[in-house]
Nanobody
Framework: VQLQASGGGLVQAGGSLRLSCAAS????????IGWYRQAPGKQREWVAA?????????KFADFVQGRFAISKDYTKNTVYLQMNNLKPEDTAVYYC????????????????WGQGTLVTVSS
């Protein structure tokens, strides 16, 4: 299953955006889908993840906890990242990927990286 992120754009600080991660097939079989971001000059970092089975356990990085939400739509084979109260430091290219976790709960990506979608937050 291939995953492609979209929905980025320019927004003012304090604003909101919703990113979409569209799957080429059923998201149910993926297991877990995660969002990552990469700011200019920085390494890619994990942002959030959701299990794709019914119920959908969600996890967030501390720096977006309380501001971002993640959800899924089986009918559209899409996972969403709702980003609220955006800050200039949220500016980055956002990616989605199938993920898994190691024994200590560290998320790692399973697939290749797509083009991502650029989010720019102005101050």
């Amino acid at each position: 299953v291939q995953l492609q992120a979209s929905g980025g754009g320019l927004v003012q600080a304090g604003g909101s955006l919703r990113l979409s991660c569209a799957a080429s097939g059923s998201i149910f079989v993926v297991g877990q889908i995660g969002w990552y971001r990469q700011a200019p000059g920085k390494q890619r970092e994990w942002v959030a993840a959701i299990t794709t089975t019914p119920g959908g356990v969600t996890k967030f990085a501390d720096f977006v906890q309380g501001r971002f939400a993640i959800s899924k739509d089986y009918t559209k084979n899409t996972v969403y990242l709702q980003m609220n109260n955006l800050k200039p430091e949220d500016t980055a290219v956002y990616y989605c990927n199938a993920v898994d976790t190691d024994d200590v709960g560290y998320y790692f990506a399973l697939g290749s990286w797509g083009q991502g979608t650029l989010v720019t937050v102005s101050s």
